[in-house]
T-cell receptor, first 113, second 119 residues
Framework: GDSVTQMEGPVTLSEEAFLTINCTYT??????LFWYVQYPGEGLQLLLK?????DKGSNKGFEATYRKETTSFHLEKGSVQVSDSAVYFC????????????FGTGTSLTVIP | GAVVSQHPSWVICKSGTSVKIECRSL??????MFWYRQFPKQSLMLMAT?????????EQGVEKDKFLINHASLTLSTLTVTSAHPEDSSFYIC???????????????FGNGTRLTVT
């Protein structure tokens, strides 16, 4: 069945370091891919999305490119800030199945000054 | 932006009692809402799709008689955990599609979740 696998955390980085959180997926056809972020004490918020192959989603300095050939949607940011400390979830919705989301296990990121 | 409000944010109950969790869309109408469950260090698992004015659709393995879902209006869905047991202790999260399109590239907006602890 459809699924998402993301790198396990926790991840601890110094401020201004480069961030990569790996995400790969299993799905037929062309699913839509998402990154959600959960800040401490808050609900999940959409960070970015990509709906077709080679699309790049971007928001708040974060980027992820939909790679069909490697079935990946890795999240990157060139220079993290303390305020980026949160849990990041990769997710997909299978093609033509409505809003049925499948989530990865989440990766906790802590950025230290 | 579209806001989904979930209440309560945490609840402790005794084994055998029932607990109701509310999910409201504050500034949009949602014909469909989704209920997820999250165990520690695990991903969110879809439990059921709540449909306004009709029966909820449950995922395989989810007991519909234990997790009662009522979507009585376009802005409110409730999840009732009946005869709760310690193994029901978990983090429950609701979500909705503010676009109303229900398409596979429409993002969901999530509530802040409810931490249920059954003693």
């Amino acid at each position: 069945g459809d699924s998402v696998t993301q790198m396990e955390g926790p991840v601890t980085l110094s401020e201004e370091a480069f961030l990569t959180i790996n995400c790969t997926y299993t799905a037929t056809g062309y699913p839509s891919l998402f990154w959600y972020v959960q800040y401490p004490g808050e609900g999940l918020q959409l960070l970015l999305k990509a709906t077709k192959a080679d699309d790049k989603g971007s928001n708040k300095g974060f980027e992820a490119t939909y790679r069909k050939e490697t079935t990946s949607f890795h999240l990157e940011k060139g220079s993290v800030q303390v305020s980026d400390s949160a849990v990041y979830f990769c997710a997909l919705t299978p093609q033509n199945t409505g809003n049925q989301f499948y989530f990865g296990t989440g990766t906790s990121l802590t950025v230290i000054p | 932006g579209a806001v989904v409000s979930q209440h309560p944010s945490w609840v402790i109950c005794k084994s055998g009692t029932s607990v109701k969790i509310e999910c409201r869309s504050l500034d949009f109408q949602a014909t469909t809402m989704f209920w997820y469950r999250q165990f520690p260090k695990q991903s969110l698992m879809l439990m059921a799709t709540s449909n306004e004015g009709s029966k909820a659709t449950y995922e395989q393995g989810v007991e519909k008689d234990k997790f009662l879902i009522n979507h009585a209006s376009l802005t409110l869905s409730t999840l009732t955990v009946t005869s709760a047991h310690p193994e029901d202790s978990s983090f429950y999260i609701c979500s909705a599609d503010p676009t109303g399109e229900g398409s596979y590239n429409s993002p969901l907006h999530f509530g802040n979740g409810t931490r249920l602890t059954v003693t």
